[in-house]
């Protein structure tokens, strides 16, 4: 009878733990998927008349967007120092992240973007922009 007894007791703690097991790894799925963010890459390559204080105001004013715009949820940017020179000649790269295509579509015609436009554009030769779901 104990030999009986501490096999159902075995049993019921095997598949409890399979249950929290299994609990756990669907939980770690549903988080993946819940943590993804959408990337909005953007690429500028200025006029050749543009002086490095023309750059750094546009890149300032890039840089303040997220105050602005409560629907960015992280930025950065940096200069390309690609040695291939496959970078056909964009010199600066942004990345913008949202939590959703919500917030990409509520950043698009903001306000603050559109008159960071009108700061970037007499500087702008080329733009590439690109958006991505990490994962």
Excluded: Q
Aim: aromatic share 10%.
């Amino acid at each position: 009878m104990k030999n009986l007894i501490l096999v159902a007791v075995l049993a019921v703690f095997t598949f409890g733990c399979k249950e929290v097991e299994e609990k756990e790894v669907h939980e770690d799925v549903a988080e993946a998927v819940n943590t993804a963010k959408l990337r909005h890459v953007v690429m500028f390559k200025f006029k050749d008349e543009s002086t490095a204080e023309d750059i750094e105001m546009v890149v300032k004013a890039f840089e303040n967007l997220p105050n602005e715009i409560p629907e960015i949820k992280g930025f950065e940017w940096g200069t390309n120092n690609s040695p291939e020179n496959l970078n056909d000649e964009f010199t600066h790269i942004f990345t913008l992240t949202f939590d959703s295509e919500n917030g990409r579509a509520a950043y698009l015609p903001h306000p603050a973007h559109k008159a960071f436009g009108g700061i970037l554009g007499p500087h702008l030769d080329k733009v590439m922009v690109m958006d991505y779901w990490n994962k």
